[in-house]
């Protein structure tokens, strides 16, 4: 059977259904939020039976957990991982790239339970991040790395919670911060012959 095929009451089967689901997964809950998404709504929208979905996911809390796995598991490879940029310019980079529309900030207001899979994943992520930035941090010469990734961190989420909030982006003022911080925070020696920071 292809994916294409019908199947009871038209729905459709096959091996892109995870997929189908996953997909309806981000729109929805990006869209409306998780709470007020139900799993009738979810198997309409991916066009699956609630058997399917339950054939792949075992109930909603893990359907949560595997649409914020699907969100940059690697934690921004374009900015942390890429060799054009120094040190300085992935720190100002992050706020270029980070969505606007934090999916682990809305998952940890909207879920209590702090036990649940999507909040503990959303922890560890939020984790890896700040680890990431204070990794720059240090490979750019910062006197406190730590600190300075720990600052940015708090700046990139604040401004995402921002965002949501107001409907704007918060995250071009939230960059001019960030470049503040990290020139206080690293020495003058650390600077570029040209004394400029780039600028992205």
Same mark, same amino acid.
């Given at each position: 059977m292809t994916e294409l095929e019908k199947g009871p009451r038209g729905l459709r089967r096959g091996r892109g259904a995870r997929e189908r689901i996953l997909s309806a997964s981000t729109q929805l809950f990006r869209d409306q939020g998780i709470n007020?998404? /139900?799993?009738?709504?979810?198997?309409?929208?991916?066009?699956?039976? =609630?058997?399917?979905?339950?054939?792949? *996911? @075992?109930? =909603?809390?893990? #359907? %949560?957990?595997?649409?914020?796995?699907? *969100?940059? +598991?690697? %934690?921004?490879p374009e900015v942390f991982d890429n060799t054009d940029f120094a040190p300085r310019e992935r720190l100002l980079a992050a706020f270029e790239l980070h969505a606007p529309l934090c999916p682990f900030i809305a998952a940890s207001v909207e879920i209590q339970d702090p036990d649940h899979p999507a909040r503990l994943y959303a922890r560890d992520y939020k984790t890896a991040f700040a680890a990431r930035l204070t990794e720059a941090a240090r490979e750019a010469g910062a006197t406190d790395p730590q600190q300075l990734g720990e600052q940015l961190a708090l700046l990139l989420d /604040? !401004?995402?919670?921002?965002?949501?909030?107001?409907?704007?982006?918060? *995250? @071009?003022? !939230? $960059? !001019?911060? $960030?470049?503040?911080?990290?020139?206080?925070?690293? @020495?003058?020696?650390?600077? +570029?012959?040209?004394?400029? #920071?780039?600028?992205?």
């Open positions: 007020s998404t /139900g799993i009738d709504q979810l198997c309409a929208v991916a066009e699956v039976s =609630k058997r399917t979905l339950y054939q792949h *996911f @075992p109930g =909603k809390d893990e #359907l %949560i957990a595997e649409h914020l796995r699907r *969100f940059d +598991p690697n %934690i921004l /604040g !401004a995402a919670a921002r965002s949501r909030v107001l409907n704007i982006d918060a *995250f @071009p003022t !939230a $960059a !001019a911060i $960030a470049a503040v911080l990290i020139d206080t925070a690293i @020495p003058a020696a650390a600077v +570029p012959s040209d004394g400029q #920071l780039s600028g992205r």
